[in-house]
Nanobody, 123 residues
């Protein structure tokens, strides 16, 4: 089970920190990440973390920072300098191994487990 928190409404230029806590029978070495989906748009990868790297979508590089505590099964997403176009439902994801290619970490088809999402609205 994945439970996201930390979403809300913020003005452009502001910051939010999302948190996702995982529970259940998965190993601490599993990979975690963040996706988002805006109304009328396809689901988009935001950041993915595996054992050795973090991959970001170009649209959030330099503004968002993802981090993970595998032992605690928690992943964070620090979002700074938020823009109106960042408005979306943000989902936490989990998978044993999405794949070697960097693009796999931000490919929604590569992730098996999804949280329910937390809404982020930037105005």
């Amino acid at each position: 089970q994945l439970v996201e928190s930390g979403g809300g409404s913020v003005q452009a230029g502001g910051s939010l920190r999302l948190t996702c806590e995982g529970s259940g029978s998965f190993h601490s070495t599993w990979c975690m990440g963040w996706f988002r989906q805006a109304p009328g748009k396809q689901r988009e990868g935001v950041a993915g973390i595996d054992r050795t790297r973090i991959v970001y979508a170009d649209s959030v590089k330099g503004r968002f920072t993802a981090s993970m505590d595998g032992s605690k099964r928690i992943i964070y997403l620090q979002m700074n300098n938020l823009k109106v176009e960042d408005t979306a439902m943000y989902y936490c994801v989990l998978d044993p191994w999405p794949g070697y290619a960097p693009g796999a970490l931000i490919d929604p088809d590569k992730w098996k487990y999804w949280g329910e999402g937390t809404q982020v609205t930037v105005s």
